[in-house]
Nanobody, 123 residues
Framework: VQLQAFGGGLAQAGGSLRLSCAASGRTFSTYGMGWFRQAPGKEREFVAAISWIGGSTYYADSVKGRFTISRDNAMNTVWLQMNSLKPEDTAVYYC?????????????????WGQGTQVTVSS
């Protein structure tokens, strides 16, 4: 599975951004998908995950109620809708694919990664 994340950018506090992660390969629907983020000098941290058919989602406490993860297996795409953004959401965001691990809250769990996309939230 090859993944490509995009949609990052600059937003003001309280604003919104939508990240997309496009996957190649016919097996996308067999993978759980996750979003992680990494701020400068910090370890990559879990943000949100969605199961392989989208029936289950899981969020970090820090984003619960503000972010929504979704997927469309026909489009081989997973999204992260980010609302009510805060300056502490500033990071490089990565999407990842995983099998046989739920929820994939440790970045070591992921089998494949896309390149990151920068999200910057100004106060």
């Amino acid at each position: 599975v090859q993944l490509q994340a995009f949609g990052g950018g600059l937003a003001q506090a309280g604003g919104s951004l939508r990240l997309s992660c496009a996957a190649s390969g016919r097996t996308f629907s067999t993978y759980g998908m996750g979003w992680f983020r990494q701020a400068p000098g910090k370890e990559r941290e879990f943000v949100a995950a969605i199961s392989w058919i989208g029936g289950s989602t899981y969020y970090a406490d820090s984003v619960k109620g503000r972010f929504t993860i979704s997927r469309d297996n026909a489009m081989n795409t997973v999204w992260l809708q980010m609302n009510s953004l805060k300056p502490e959401d500033t990071a490089v965001y990565y999407c990842g694919a995983v099998r046989n691990r739920w929820p994939p809250i440790d970045y070591h769990d992921m089998d494949y990664w896309g390149q990151g996309t920068q999200v910057t939230v100004s106060s």
